[in-house]
Every structure is written in C-alpha cells, then in structure tokens.
C-alpha cells in the first residue's frame, strides 16, 4: 500500500477541511489484493473526534477520525490496510521514492515505535498547502503479509498541540485473533462476552426482508450497544463499532442458516 495525500476536502461546514488518503497500486508492482486475514486490526483514536463518514474513504481505508476545528484544518488520523509481499525496508524505500516524487514534499523517516502490535516505523511527510505546511505522521507494520498504516495529519504550526494523543493512538495499534482477548481486565472481558452470547441467545435467527433496519430498532440491540459503549469505554470508538460489526454478521449468518433450512424442508 503506498498512500498519497489528496487535497482536503470539505466535512460539516466550509471552515473545517479532513485530509483523506487514496490507496493506489505503484509501478513498482508491491501493493497486492486484499485477503482476508484471521487478524482484526484497531486502534484507539484520540477521545472526541469524530468519525468520518465510510461513504468518503477508499476501499482500503477501514476508518477514519477528525478533530473539527476553526483554523480551516481539520486534525485526522486514519486506518489502512492492504496485502504485500515485500520486506518492510522495500516498503519504506517505496513509500519514500512516492512521497519524494514532489519536489515540494519533505519526507524522513524518524525511527521505530513500540505498538501493542509490534515495533513498527514511523514516518513523516511536510506537504504545502493553502491552509499553511501539513505535516503527516504515518506508522507502518508489516505482519504476516498485510501491510497496516495509521496516518495522522494536521497544520504543522498545530501538530505539538495534537502530538501527544496522536502518539497514544499509534501506541494503541492492535492485531487479534478474538476481540475480546485485548481487554486486559479478566471480570470486564467475561462479562461482555456473557452480555454478546445472551443477545445471540435472544435474537437469533433475524426475521424479514431488512434484518438489520429491524435488529437497530431492537431495544435488546439497544441495551447491548450501550453495555458495549459503557464497559469498554477504554478501548476505544474502533473497537466497540468492530464488536457491533461482528455480532450483527453472526446475527446475519445465523438467519442465513434457517433461511437455507427452511427451503431445504
């Protein structure tokens, strides 16, 4: 994957600016397709910023936060992911030869991070604009043949202000088997995962044409998603929105199943 900075684009009102990345296949020949991966990646992203909206983000884009602000730019930091088969420092080399290919860019790469995930590299690229110079922090991590990059942005006349949890989100990044396996307290891990295996229980399969408009609705939904967002307000926006993910789609899996049986009777 190596990602490019596109011109910021407008998100809420005209003042606030959310500079997204494109995900592109170089020449070099490195960025390979997506394969499922056994892996979830999250991260947490600093407290009260707000997601952006998935219908803007490209494909290997999984989310994306933004800090709205008045000065005409939007902080940000987003979550991307792609197959490769290159070594890290190919993947560097790479990144560093597309990032330079702008004269006006100012790439460095400044050293390696420590991540609940790993040891990872942290870049940064100075880029002009009408806003004033951005600068843009990019972590990345290879693991096992997915490539990961957590990239942050904001004014570089601002970025001291936003730099200390804009490192605790780097910090953060997380690759698990089982979502619940992160959360370091035993009795908050049990009791979630009681609370998912009790609505599964309850709501299982899903009724109708619309399951998901119907499962929303749900006040069984509703408590659940409240319980997640109240016990496991430490893991962050991501995370909570990975667990609603995946319990909606064994909820789905499982109407899929009666449906087959049903038409198999």
Not at 244 to 262: F, P, S
Request: charged share 20%; glycine share 4%.
């Amino acid at each position: 994957m190596l990602a490019i900075p596109i011109p910021p684009q407008p998100l809420i009102d005209m003042r606030c600016f959310f500079l997204l990345y494109l995900v592109f296949v170089s020449s070099f020949g490195f960025a390979e397709e997506l394969t499922d991966s056994p892996l979830t990646c999250f991260f947490c992203p600093p407290q009260n910023w707000e997601m952006a909206n998935p219908s803007t983000l490209s494909p290997r884009v999984k989310i994306a936060f933004m800090k709205p602000t008045l000065s005409g730019f939007c902080p940000s930091i987003n979550l991307s992911i792609e197959s490769t088969s290159v070594s890290l420092p190919e993947y560097i080399k790479a990144v560093k030869s597309i990032h330079e290919q702008d004269r006006n860019n100012h790439w460095r790469a400044l050293g390696k991070v420590h991540t609940e995930a790993g040891v990872a590299q942290l870049t940064q690229i100075d880029t002009p604009s009408e806003w004033g110079t951005i600068r843009m922090l990019q972590l990345i991590f290879l693991k096992e043949g997915s490539a990961y990059l957590l990239t942050a942005a904001a004014l570089k006349s601002e970025f001291s202000k936003f730099y200390k949890e804009i490192q605790t989100s780097f910090r953060s990044l997380t690759l698990t088997a089982d979502l619940f396996q992160p959360i370091a307290q035993l009795e908050k891990k049990e009791l979630l995962k009681e609370k998912k295996g009790q609505l599964l229980e309850k709501i299982a399969p899903l009724q109708g044409d619309k399951p998901i408009e119907a499962l929303l609705k749900d006040p069984r939904w509703i408590t659940f998603e409240q319980e997640v967002a109240t016990h496991a307000s430490d893991m962050g926006a991501y995370w909570q929105i990975l667990v609603l993910k995946e319990t909606q789609e064994e909820l789905l899996n499982r109407k899929l199943v009666a449906d087959v049986t049903q038409l198999s009777e």
